[in-house]
């Protein structure tokens, strides 16, 4: 498999809820490597851009709003495969359903609030590290 770069990010609940440590714990003991990594605020111009194919749906707002709550971790992070291994260990979207042992399942509770973001594809995470880190 190719060495890829994606993008993830630590959503305002895990820092809140003074997550990070053992959030990035698990990203580096899973062998991917951490190349960039910058706390702070997500801009709303960020948020929307991050957010695009979601504009118009019924959670949007709310989304955009969490998101620009507070601080996030934001995360380029690279390895063999990097943008499916990042999914595999955050979980399904929503924590209910995500699996034991998965970052969501074991640190998040409800879907407005799921703790990671990853990039779904190699091309999205090339649009959001622009968006994050510059071109
Ligand atoms: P993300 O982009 O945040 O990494 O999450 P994802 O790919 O697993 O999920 P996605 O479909 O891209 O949705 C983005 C975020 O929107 C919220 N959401 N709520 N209420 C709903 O039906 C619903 N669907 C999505 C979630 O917080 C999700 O992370
Ligand atoms: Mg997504």
């Known amino acids: 498999m190719a060495i890829e770069k994606t993008y ?3 959503k305002p609940d895990a820092v809140r809820n003074r997550h990070m440590g053992e959030i990035i714990a698990r990203i580096e ?3 991917l490597t951490i ?3 910058e706390l702070g605020m997500v801009t709303p111009e960020q948020a929307a ?4 194919e ?3 749906k019924p959670f949007y707002n709310g989304l955009i709003e969490y998101i620009t ?3 996030v971790v934001k995360m380029v992070v690279s390895g063999e495969g990097a943008v499916k291994k990042m999914r595999t260990l955050m979980g399904a ?3 209910a359903e995500a699996a034991p042992g998965t970052i969501r399942g074991d640190f998040g ?3 407005d609030e799921n703790v990671i973001h990853g990039s779904d594809s190699p091309e999205s995470a090339e649009r959001e590290i622009g968006v994050f880190f510059g071109a």
């Open 8 to 10: 993830s990010m630590l």
């Open 29 to 31: 003991r899973s062998g």
């Open 35 to 37: 190349e960039r990594m």
């Open 49 to 52: 851009a991050n957010y695009a």
């Open 54 to 56: 979601h504009e118009g």
């Open 69 to 71: 709550s507070g601080p």
């Open 93 to 95: 979207t929503n924590p």
């Open 109 to 111: 509770l409800i879907m």
